[in-house]
């Protein structure tokens, strides 16, 4: 069964202050990784999805790499609305198409 | 108008009421989804629909009915919840089953279920 874990579970930035989450995985074989960012009290919003080791995505602050066995979200100079639960999703090649195996996220709260 | 609407935002009901969570895509797209999100939790797939047709049930009490009578229409009914039920429930679509073409689900932004 797919594994998806999310470290740290919280983390407060400064404003400016660089710093990455980390989505560890565990599937037969990676069909895809996403990353969503959610917003209190709003539904997930679809951020990068990534398909193989060595690929990177790139959207303003945000940078998602990959690796065989992990996820990295690389926060670049963050501001205060970079504030959010970042999520981190997979899908392995032997899930059904439509199922994801989530992460329960991490709290990112930056202050000005 | 937003691309996916859930109604209502907020429910609160007892053990033995029944009640219906409603969700519409403005779309166009074909599949359409019900996430159960507890705090702390990852989020809970819980039913998947593409084109009316269900494609997914991930095990779910009996209790949670789903009903997609179009693919830009998915109604959730409650019965018999119990307390554990309380959550939020967030209501998802994608053109295509989520992987067949990029990862991308469009959410809602959920109903707070209570359940006393």
């Known amino acids: 069964e797919d594994q998806v874990t999310q470290s740290p579970e919280a983390l407060r930035l400064q404003e400016g202050e660089s710093s990455s989450l980390n989505c560890s995985y565990t599937?037969?074989?990676?069909?895809?990784l996403f990353w969503y960012r959610q917003d209190p009290g709003k539904g997930p919003e679809f951020l990068f999805t990534?398909?193989?080791a060595g690929e990177e995505k790139e959207k303003e602050r945000l940078k998602a790499t990959l690796t065989k066995k992990e996820s990295f979200l690389h926060i670049t100079a963050p501001k205060p609305e970079d504030s959010a639960t970042y999520l981190c999703?997979?899908?392995?090649?032997?899930?059904?198409?439509?199922?994801?195996?989530f992460g329960a996220g991490t709290q990112v709260v930056v202050t000005p | 108008e937003t691309g996916v609407t859930q109604t209502p935002r907020h429910l609160v009901m007892g053990m033995t009421n029944k009640k219906s969570l409603k969700c519409e895509q403005h779309?166009?797209?074909?599949?359409m989804y019900w996430y159960k999100q507890s705090a702390k939790k990852p989020l809970e797939l819980m039913f998947v629909?593409?084109?009316?047709?269900?494609?997914e049930n991930n095990s779910v009490p009996s209790r949670f009915s789903p009903e997609c009578p179009n693919s830009s229409h998915l109604f959730l009914h409650l019965h018999t919840l119990q307390p554990e039920d309380s959550a939020l429930y967030l209501c998802?679509?994608?053109?295509?089953?989520?992987?067949?073409?990029?990862?991308?689900?469009?959410f809602g932004e959920g109903s707070r279920l209570t359940v006393l």
């Open positions: 998802a679509s994608s053109p295509r089953l989520a992987g067949v073409s990029g990862g991308e689900l469009f």
């Open positions: 599937v037969s074989g990676l069909r895809g």
């Open positions: 990534l398909y193989s």
């Open positions: 999703a997979v899908q392995g090649t032997t899930d059904s198409w439509g199922k994801f195996q």
């Open positions: 779309l166009g797209h074909n599949a």
């Open positions: 629909y593409n084109f009316k047709e269900q494609t």
